[in-house]
């Protein structure tokens, strides 16, 4: 009987109960035999449902572990920029080739490939500084958390690592609340006017052992969620994989769930005639990232497992693309990290059944 494919490349060993499940799913494993340098995935790839490829955070945020053990100790990142080139496979394990660029006095330089049976599927250049400003006189502004937003939910119900290690991908390594549209049910608001809102956090309590490394690498991770996303949200662009008359005949939880999503982007919904107000609107036919930059503003301040506020807004979207701009902040104010974002965003043409393709 021939064995089932490899998704890693090593056999993953029974998870750390001391560590988050977020520093589980990101771990890096470093592979010296095939030459400097060189990592690969310690655990499976996640495929979200009817994704083309591999959730794109993991794979920014492994790139970001990888990277991160090759400069030394005392610099942090600061910049990010990546770039999707070919969708990842959840069925092959991924190689992460580091190349170091440059190591200054205050400046490192780190540029990773992530490759499948040879060829890049992702690459990424990322900025690390040496945090040394103390004492020195700087230029300082940051804008503030806004303050009309809900707070986050209570701690009461916050797990430790032993509780939150489930495996299945219902509860994954993060949680987050619904997201809120701001201005989503206004008709005179335009798109670049709305803004996507949302309080999330690491599961569990990041170890000791990983530190402000494991803490960025999930702030990288969580970045890219519902990012791309508030495209078609902006937009009230349907974008489930059934017609909107189907709704009512969804089986619980999923119904209420999308009727719950879709009471925060449109106008005038109600629970009994979703399908009146969004059959007819224009569908999406494929939504994926081309690149994602994220600018970490106060590396040594980010505490992922504690709740952050996500707001996500998009200033420009044409020519089957569209840009997204998020800020995220601590639960105190401070301005943690800025991302942006650009994808592919296209609609369902007239009579148009086949799967679009880049």
């Known amino acids: 009987m021939s064995e089932e494919p490899r998704t890693t490349l090593l056999r993953p060993r029974t998870p750390d109960p001391t560590k988050s499940p977020i520093e589980t799913t990101l771990s890096v494993t470093e592979l010296a035999v095939l030459g400097p340098d060189i990592f690969t995935n310690t655990r499976p790839q996640w495929t979200p449902p009817g994704a083309r490829g591999i959730y794109g955070g993991s794979v920014i945020a492994q790139c970001l572990a990888a990277a991160q053990r090759t400069v030394a100790q005392g610099f942090l990142p600061h910049s990010c920029h990546c770039y999707f080139i070919l969708a990842g496979s959840s069925g092959l394990p991924i190689l992460f080739h580091v190349e170091r660029v440059r190591d200054g006095r205050s400046f490192a330089t780190r540029t990773v490939q992530a490759k499948q049976r040879g060829r890049c599927i992702f690459t990424t250049t990322i900025s690390f500084a040496k945090e040394d400003n103390e004492g020195k006189k700087t230029v300082e502004h940051a804008a503030a958390l806004p303050d009309d937003i809900p707070p986050p939910p209570s701690d009461t119900n916050k797990s430790d690592n032993a509780s939150s290690s489930s495996s299945g991908r219902g509860a994954g390594p993060f949680e987050a609340t619904r997201i809120d549209v701001l201005h989503g049910n206004d008709p005179n608001r335009k798109p670049h006017e709305k803004k996507c809102r949302t309080w999330m956090r690491a599961r569990g309590r990041i170890s000791p052992?990983?530190?402000?490394?494991?803490?960025?690498?999930?702030?990288?991770?969580?970045?890219?969620?519902?990012?791309?996303?508030?495209?078609?949200?902006?937009?009230?662009?349907?974008?489930?994989?059934?017609?909107?008359?189907?709704?009512?005949?969804?089986?619980?939880?999923?119904?209420?769930?999308?009727?719950?999503?879709?009471?925060?982007?449109?106008?005038?919904?109600?629970?009994?005639?979703?399908?009146?107000?969004?059959?007819?609107?224009?569908?999406?036919?494929?939504?994926?990232?081309?690149?994602?930059?994220?600018?970490?503003?106060?590396?040594?301040?980010?505490?992922?497992?504690?709740?952050?506020?996500?707001?996500?807004?998009?200033?420009?979207?044409?020519?089957?693309?569209?840009?997204?701009?998020?800020?995220?902040?601590?639960?105190d104010g401070t301005l943690l990290a800025s991302c942006v974002q650009e994808g592919v965003v296209r609609l369902k043409q007239d009579g148009e059944e086949k799967e679009s393709k880049l």
């Open 209 to 331: 052992e990983g530190g402000t490394q494991a803490h960025l690498n999930a702030l990288a991770y969580m970045s890219d969620s519902y990012f791309i996303g508030t495209v078609s949200r902006i937009h009230g662009l349907w974008r489930f994989p059934f017609r909107p008359s189907e709704v009512g005949s969804l089986e619980e939880p999923l119904r209420s769930q999308v009727r719950g999503a879709l009471a925060n982007e449109s106008i005038d919904v109600s629970d009994e005639d979703v399908a009146r107000e969004w059959e007819g609107r224009p569908s999406v036919g494929m939504l994926v990232s081309l690149d994602h930059s994220i600018y970490f503003h106060e590396p040594s301040k980010v505490r992922a497992d504690e709740w952050m506020f996500s707001e996500m807004e998009s200033p420009w979207a044409g020519g089957e693309r569209g840009v997204v701009m998020q800020r995220i902040f601590s639960q």
